[in-house]
């Protein structure tokens, strides 16, 4: 007699409450395996993943801080590059400090032609090297009114390129024969700078002569 028809025999020789209770322990082995192999697993998985989720959010949370953080570098760039961009059209223009200083005395001489002043000497001053651009600057003496003074002063900063007013000397012009009947007129001598985006080495070292 094979093993199978043993078996066999000896389940139709049990009663049918002993059928019951082998039947319930099969039932419960493969329960056991079920949850040993499959349900045991699934769990572990489903902690540790519900474990990594603050780890998750606190990532997610750095990712979306640095994005923000990229988008803000981004705008203060666009807004740098934007506030270059108006400085640079102050510039003077040239493609040297040479022509650069031409076109700043081109810019002078049309505001003290007046009637009360007599431009006795111009001349541009050596460039000053300003980091990646050359300080540009031309000095003018001359005899002027209180009134032409005001006026000169007044126009420099309305001028369309960034201009200032680098030194001012002024002094009395009530001596002398030639003025003798202007007693209001004053001897002025005026510095006025502007920048200008020069090619390296064409200007002098920072703290140069005028």
Do not use: W
Not at 116 to 145: I, N
């Amino acid at each position: 007699m094979t093993t199978v028809a043993r078996l066999e025999a000896r389940l139709r020789s049990l009663s049918s409450r002993e059928r019951l209770l082998l039947l319930l322990c099969a039932l419960a082995a493969v329960a056991f395996a079920v949850a040993r192999f499959a349900v045991f697993p699934a769990v572990a998985e489903y902690r540790k993943a519900h474990a990594s989720i603050p780890a998750r959010r606190a990532t997610l949370a750095r990712y979306q801080a640095v994005r923000a953080g990229q988008s803000d570098v981004t705008e203060e760039l666009a807004a740098m590059v934007e506030d270059l961009e108006s400085a640079e059209e102050g510039l003077l223009p040239g493609t040297d400090p040479s022509a650069a200083g031409a076109a700043l005395q081109g810019m002078l001489k049309p505001m003290v032609d007046r009637p009360d002043t007599r431009l006795t000497s111009v001349r541009t001053l050596p460039p000053v090297q300003k980091g990646e651009y050359a300080e540009v600057a031309v000095q003018m003496d001359m005899q002027t009114s209180t009134e032409g003074l005001a006026s000169l002063l007044a126009g420099i900063p309305r001028q369309q390129k960034i201009l200032r007013v680098k030194k001012l000397t002024v002094s009395s012009g009530i001596y002398g024969a030639a003025l003798a009947n202007r007693p209001d007129m004053l001897m002025v001598s005026l510095v006025v700078s502007g920048m200008t985006a020069a090619p390296e080495g064409t200007a002098a070292p920072a703290g140069g002569s005028e």
